[in-house]
């Protein structure tokens, strides 16, 4: 969102731009919304027996992936930021990635364990 | 010499300096979070069947905090936007139900759900003395419905004094539901609502008993990795907290009527760092209470 | 107030900026508790020179052990007990608890109190913004913060030295169990015991490594001067640049793994204790279920990253000092940019090779092995690049340029005895011997350091208006580094004979270490090691004598003594607070040396391009932001 523009230089303006902040506040509060009904949903697929526990696990990530990306892309504004941003998440999401998958690998490649 | 773009953008990036630190800061914070997170995956997956505790946590309690945490996001977004509509008025009050929505949150878990917690006992059965106490435990209810064994009898430890006291041969325990009547089908997967301990009193002799303990983080992994995560979580909530307060206090009215972009952007900044708290809240929520 | 696409500098209309500039601050707000950078930089030097100078005492002790083991230390042996408690020192001779703290608390201080404070955050808020051309840092705040979070770290480190107990006597890798357990005898106390107060200590280091990282970035990305766009960095801008993100991204996951250490210590947590662990014979009553090996990998992923931490800093420092003293232009620029950059990425996915001997299966050995082999060709691009750039150079043998040029081969050492511990079979034999450390200090001893006693020679003119001392420089440097490699040279072949590192006595007690090398057994040459380590350390006097008078009566230079290219040279010296007379611009790359048809060997960045130099070159040059 650009800076608003100097009131006591163009009111016309100034409303305008008030206006769209105006549409974007709408948005968030649908945002909000959604993530509390999100939230009841979590819980309620909680109480749902998929079968296997890993599953249960499977489907409640997959909606707290969907609710984190709802607030990283609307409230954080990542739906729409500058390249560089983006640049050091993708960077840091790799490597966030990395250590999560290499881990995991090493533990299960330990012949001793297993 | 001043130091350039700390309100305006600089022209190749298009941000102003603290929108980049926040990032970067913010990166580092999952890097953060991800070791943790990548403990808590590896504690779990070594955890030998039985030994992850499943709903202990008190589910509608996290619920609301969970809808607080989101109001706040809201709010906070909404308090950013009305500064950059210059409505100062409307900022002061979405701040304050920020403030207020993270004092919540912090004073729920700080006098509610970790002093419950600390509050209730658990004894895990050595696995030779298992069969004895099978009217509390339920094992062969359990294995028959294909469901994992049960090591630990909980509930309310009636002589407390068993913890520290060698001559107490028995800890004394009002149960907890499940194992007041463990063949129960109700009892096969956690409740919803809280469930307070009966008043079913069982004896547990303390030489059938491989560890005992109240729910510290010492408990268990399951513990450990829930106050080490809350607890870390819960210093951010209060770091946020104390920002926005400084941010609705009279000071920053100051600033506001310097410059009230600078102000916006302070706001944008904390903002960010607070949606991220409750990004995190966001994975916490289902990995320790409902999973 | 659109000020969204303008390129001037932002004014606030109505502040009084000026005002405010003239405005004296006092004493203390001016050299303790300031917020310029470059006065941040010469406190974090001073201090990281100090626990430099610390760390090494810590290991003159332990040679005294390895060298003469069991036998009474003459004179310090009696004070040291007055000191660091009548166990440490009993009549003179060291006790094994006391030597282990002085290993563990040895390699964290000289890493994490000596160089990453020396040669990241001491040069790099010193030099980088005046490389770039900016005022300031962009955080001037945050950048004092982050200093003294350092402080109170360092304070808290040192501390543990005096707790009952002693130090932190683990390692400086802390492996768990092992420090989970530490001190947890019957006097243990939960905060007051060294560990634990190491555990603290490092998450203030952390948080100041965290700070300042962010500042380094977004101070790079942000106030870069006009014109000097990214391909014209100096290469020391480069190297910090990815140091600092190395700093920013793997520091955090070790950060994780202290706070459950500190957890298992304190709130008697089992992150990293397993079930059924048997300690002195007795099992160990905690909850279990934990993993000892999650430590070792969330230490190692900011481990491995951590070594080019420290290395990277000073190849960026070499860098300018071997393109200014051989009078050319730094060979491969691009080359060196993008090696960096590559050391940068995979130096996150390497860290798994100093767990070999954990009995990895060969699939994820055979990741790491490759990963770290594929490390080495950017490694050794900017090595070949340094070598190259002095070819056919007009070479000034200036104090910098000695050190510098000395660590081209000390680091080449260093990295390539490096190579046959990337492969899991050798490793097997070599981990954890001598060779190992010999490996590892050739590239922080007289690699980095080397790299660092450089970058203060260098820019000592720039911080005080003054030059050091030639002479004594010399004095300095040839004792020091012909001591470096007797320390560090007999420890590969005490390493090839398979002689343990963390041995309380030296090697005495073990029989293959009698095997002769070159005229002596393996445990005979701790001897010469270490007199020749003590050596080293008398050689350090003529730098601290000549270092604290230079400051006062060292030969008075010009703004640019070198004649160099980059910007830091075109302020006053020492700067001014906001650094620059007039708003550097840059019109050409870093290293312009003997540009041809001009007068003097050096163009500065800030020199116009002009107009018959444009069609010579053939390049579209003068591009400005």
Redesign the interface.
Known sequence: ?N??PD?SQDPKEYEE??HN??K??RG??M??AL??VF??I??AL??V?FGA?KA??AV??L??TL??GM??AI??HLAAE?R??YR??I???F??LG??WL??LA?YDYPVFH | ?????????????????????I???L?????????????Y???R????PG?WPHGLLN?PVG?MN??IL??S??TV??AW?AL???RYRAYWWYMLATILCGVIFLTVKLVYEWPQKFDHFGAYIKPEALGKYEQYLGNEHAAAKGLPPRLEITGHLHNRAALTDPNIKEYEVYLDPVNADPTNPAMD?PH?LYVPPTHKLAPIEKEDVE?A?MF??????YF??Y??ITG?HGMHVLGGVLVFIYMWLPVSKKLYQ??P?HLANRVEVA??FW??V??IW??V???FY?? | ?D?????E????P??H?AEHEHHELGWWRKYIFSTDHKVIGIQYGLCGLVFLFFGFCLMMLMRWQLAYPGQALPVIGKLLPYIFGPGTMPDGKMAPDFYNSLGAMHGTIMIFLGIVPVAFAAFGNFVVPLQIG???M???K?NAASFWAFAVGGVIMLTSFFVPGGAAKSGWTSYTPLADIADKGPNYHVIFSGQTLWLLGFIFLITSS?LG???F??TI???RAKGLTWMRLPFFVWAQFVTAFLL??????????I??QF?DRV?????FLP?GLVVNGAAV???G???PL?WQH?FW?LGHPEVYVLILPAMGIVAEILANNSRKPLWGYKSLVFSVLVIGFLSFVVWAHHMWLTGMGTAVSAFFQTTTLLISIPSVIILSAFFISLWGGSIRFTVPMLFATAFLPMFGIGGLTGIPLAFNSADLYLHDTYYVIAHFHYIVAPGTIFGLFAGIYYWFPKATGRKMNDFWGKVHFWPTLICMNVIFLPMFLQGMIGMHRRWYDGGQGWTLSGDHVWGLTGFQWNTPISWAAWTMGLAQIPFIINFFWSIKHGKKVNDNPWEATTLEWTAPSPPPH???VT?PIAYRGPYEYSLPGRDRDFTMQNEPVEPRERVRRKTPEAVL?
């Open positions: 969102m800076n608003p009131v731009y008030a902040v105006q974007h506040v968030y509060l945002v909000g993530l509390l939230t009841g979590t819980v909680s109480y027996d526990r249960n696990i409640a990530m909606v707290a609710k984190a607030v990283a409230f954080m500058k560089l941003i050091i998440l960077f840091t999401g490597f966030v250590l999560f881990i995991y533990w | 010499m001043e130091i350039p773009y700390t309100v305006s953008t600089r022209p190749d990036t298009g941000l102003w300096n603290a929108k980049v630190g990032w970067l800061f990166a580092s914070e999952v890097m953060l979070f991800g070791g943790l997170f990548s403990a995956i590896f504690l997956l070594d955890a030998p030994m589910v619920t969970t809808a989101i109001l996001s809201v977004v909404l936007a950059k509509m210059r997967r919803f560890r303990t510290l983080p010492t408990h268990s992994a450990a990795s106050f080490t870390l310097r410059n972009e903002g960010l949606h991220f409750d990004l966001i994975f929520f289902p990995l409902l999973l | 107030m000020a969204s696409t303008s390129l500098t932002h004014h606030h109505g502040a900026g900016a005022p300031d962009t955080f001037p945050v965290l990282a962010v500042n970035i977004t990305i942000q106030l920013l991204l793997a520091f955090p996951p070790l950060e994780a793994a706070v459950m957890m709130a008697a947590t089992s992150f079930s009553s905690v909850s279920g934990g993993n999650l969330l992923f906001g650094n620059f708003t932001v």
